[in-house]
């Protein structure tokens, strides 16, 4: 298997995708949101319970790739008792990683997907919960998407 | 050369593996390893008379067609029509003026939604769809029923993974005189099945309803006598048959086209114009507006040749053993499962794993040199009904050998062990 292929698929990511973290709905959500990608037909739906500005409780269900579900679900690990400018912050940390392939300085799981940057087609896959978490914060109703013209 | 017809060949399989010689963009390593392309459903690759016919005419020939004096545009105009009764032949329709260029299939469709559908539709009237639908073959129809308050109603398939096919048993029952159309895949591009095209279309012309088949995964694949099948329209495209992409055509009965209304206007579809009015040509060029796709035409000609070369009966029985072939040893595999009939299928398998998502399983094997695809196959309402969101499909063609089949068994038991743990 090459190099590139072990990367993409680290232990973290098939672990995540194995054992889901926080899956499922959650019954005392006050924000939902919905992420759709179309073209490859992964959906992720995002649960959280904000209290007051903080993310007391959040939750994910869908279906996808092991990419999308193993980042949806490390995500909720991340998020969990952030605020949502905390939450934007590891965001933007997270796309950084996946685009560029280069680990942040301080030491996260996040890092797991580093791999991912290789296979550019694979991004989308990776935000996709990120998108539809941070639509839940903004308490935006709209289906959110990572897919553009060029899937 | 002609493998499968002709003098018997020692070894047809030998003969077969020759006619990869013909097609430029096998020959490459993906990753390293040979390229194996199992996504002919998605388009096929071309063969090198088909690239060269297109170079040639941007090369010697090229110019608008129609209405020209000077040399070029008669020689265009000659190759252009000359392609029109060449796919007509292809098809066995009755005359060239029954063959319109479209840019594919999906056009091909939607002419025939847009134009005869918004002439003769109505609301209360039924258009009879199947639930093995290509998007193509679905929303067009969405769209017809929208705008005349017509409805839909579908041909159920059969079976926990559509093992069964369309449910025949049903036919007579659905086929009510509000039904005005019947439009339906010959060859399913998520199943494999073929379907009964010419019983489905004589059971529709008993009542007078109106058949529209979607021939874009059968046309490269098998013979197709639109005559013989008995059908009002067929819709194809090229680039699923060893032709260019860009162009693909609407065979319509002649009494048909002769009574529908343009689809689009504009240039070289008009008879007479004035500033408020026009009147339009006859078919086909009543549905041609705008300069025609000529250069593709006179490849997508090269392409009938091409196929007819190979024999269409014998590409069949190739396809077919090959798509047996891999159903039986992907059978074997652990948590996977097979979708649509196990015999007398079509040259393509989908199939699904309880465990690993399409788009890992194509990550994966694209790694080993394989092109396959895996997704809902624009077959999303097919998908939900499977209880699936997604399958990987691998599809066959004349370049495809039964040593691919084992790279592909191979990568695949590779792929489950790795996401076994």
Known sequence: MSADLTELYQQVILDHNKRPRN?????????????????????????????????????????GCAISQASASLM??????????????????????????????????????????????????ATLGWHAALNALKNDPTTTTTESHTD | MNPASGLPHPDPRAAWRDVRADFPTLHQQVHGKPLVYLD?????????????????????????????????????????????????????AADPAEIVFTRGTTESINLVASSWGGANLKAGDVILLTEMEHHSNLVPWQLLAQRTGAT??????VGADAEGGLDLAQLDA????????????????????????????????????????DGAQSIGHMPVDVRAIGCDFYAFSAHKMAGPTGIGALYGRQEFLDAMPPYQGGGGMIAQVDYTTARWKPSPERFEA?????????????????????DRAAIARHDTELAQLAYEKLSAL???????????????????????????VVTFADEDGLALRGGHHCNQPLMRKLGLTSTTRASFYVYN?????????????????????
């Open chain 1, 76 to 125: 909720t690990t991340q998020l969990k008792g952030k605020t949502a400018a905390e939450a934007e912050n590891l965001y933007e940390q997270f796309k950084d990683i996946v685009t560029t392939g280069q680990p942040p300085e301080e030491i996260s799981d996040l890092a797991a997907f580093a791999g991912v940057h290789a296979f550019p087609a694979r991004i989308k896959c």
């Open chain 2, 174 to 213: 659905l086929l009510t005189p509000e039904v005005k159309v019947f439009a339906f895949t010959h060859v399913s591009n998520t199943l494999g099945v073929i379907n009964p095209a010419a019983s489905l279309c004589a059971a529709a012309r008993a009542r007078g309803i109106v058949t529209v088949v």
């Open chain 2, 40 to 92: 002919s459903a998605a388009t096929s690759q071309k063969p090198r008379v088909v690239i060269d016919a297109l170079s040639r005419f941007y090369e010697r020939d090229n110019s608008n067609v129609h209405r020209g004096l000077h040399a070029l545009s008669m020689r265009a105009t000659d190759a252009y029509e000359g392609a029109r009764a060449r796919v007509a032949k292809f098809v066995n």
């Open chain 1, 23 to 63: 899956r499922g709905t959650l019954p005392t959500a006050n924000r939902v949101a919905h992420g759709d990608n179309p073209s490859c037909g992964d959906q992720c739906n995002v649960y959280l319970r904000l209290d007051g500005d903080r993310i007391a409780e959040i939750t994910f269900d869908g279906s």
């Open chain 2, 334 to 360: 652990p948590g996977i499962r097979l979708l649509g009939p196990r015999t007398d299928r079509s040259g393509l398998v989908s199939f699904a794993f309880a465990d690993v998502h399409a788009h890992d």
């Open chain 2, 290 to 310: 705008g300069t025609p796709n000529f250069a593709d035409a006179t490849a997508f000609a090269a392409a009938c040749d091409y196929l007819d070369g190979l």
């Open chain 2, 152 to 157: 839909l109603r579908f041909v159920p398939v």
């Open chain 2, 401 to 421: 050998t039964p040593e691919e089949i084992d790279v592909l068994v191979a990568s695949l038991q590779r792929i489950l062990k790795f996401f076994a743990g």
